[in-house]
């Protein structure tokens, strides 16, 4: 798959619905807001919990955008394969496959060439 190219087609189906339910996404975006502001936990970490998530959900839009998050924080292969691990071990097969997936969207994302 090319992370890129599906998470840019993602925002533009998002972006379609947001002109159909503005107050849905509004409601949507003060959640976010209210997640993510500064607290006890770091971004970083923040975004590990929500790639966590959206493998058990086996989400893949949500997959690419955390992943996309978690390479501007300058994450290291290392600290995602080491997440990856443990999401693969607390949702068994079906988190291995999303896991697997969220790696090659890591590599894509941060251009490695694994």
Not at 49 to 77: E, M, N, W, Y
Request: proline share 2%.
């Amino acid at each position: 798959m090319d992370w890129n190219k599906f998470l840019n087609e993602t925002k533009h189906s998002f972006n379609t619905l947001e002109k159909e339910t503005p107050e849905t996404f509004r409601g949507f975006s003060v959640m976010g807001q209210e997640a993510k502001k500064k607290g006890v936990l770091s971004e970083k970490t923040k975004e590990f919990i929500a790639l966590g998530v959206a493998i058990a959900t086996r989400c893949d839009s949500c997959i690419a955008f955390h992943v996309k998050s978690l390479v501007r924080l300058q994450t290291s292969r290392d600290e995602i394969v080491e997440a990856l691990s443990m999401c693969c071990y607390m949702g068994g097969g079906p988190s291995i496959a999303f896991s697997a997936k969220a790696l090659e969207a890591f590599d894509q994302f941060s251009n490695n060439k694994i």
